[in-house]
């Protein structure tokens, strides 16, 4: 079993920034595609962003273009997700998941606990 551990959230004023890591355990990372996804009340969770195991391709959810940066750093089992430009909307609790493949915006069956992210208007 897969141990993840999100980390990075607060509250932010709109148009703020803030950085998630999601650290990984066991040996197998550097060969996973990796995803961000997200939580609001009342609404189902969602895929935010993708990266392939080797960091070359990315994949991003509409409302995120050009706002959020997902990146991995393989040698230190961590996927990060830079986040700009923060809006009230973003407000969320944010997951890291390993993806069944690269594109496929689904998660397998491991979830950490997540990390807060408020963004106040």
């Known amino acids: 079993q897969v141990q993840l551990v999100e980390s990075g959230g607060g509250l932010v004023q709109a148009g703020g920034s803030l950085r998630l890591s999601c650290a990984a355990s066991?040996?197998?990372?550097?060969?996973?595609?990796m995803g961000w996804f997200r939580q609001a009340p009342g609404k189902e969770r969602e895929f935010v962003a993708g990266?392939?195991?080797?960091?070359?391709?990315?994949d991003y959810t509409d409302s995120v273009k050009g706002r959020f940066t997902i990146s991995r750093d393989n040698a230190k089992n961590t996927v990060y997700l830079q986040m700009n430009s923060l809006k009230p909307e973003d407000t969320a609790v944010y997951y890291c998941?390993?993806?069944?493949?690269?594109?496929?915006?689904?998660?397998?069956?491991?979830w950490g606990q997540g990390t807060q992210v408020t963004v106040s208007s």
């Open positions: 998941n390993r993806l069944n493949t690269f594109g496929s915006r689904l998660p397998r069956n491991y």
């Open positions: 066991g040996s197998t990372f550097s060969s996973n595609a």
């Open positions: 990266i392939s195991w080797s960091g070359g391709s990315t």
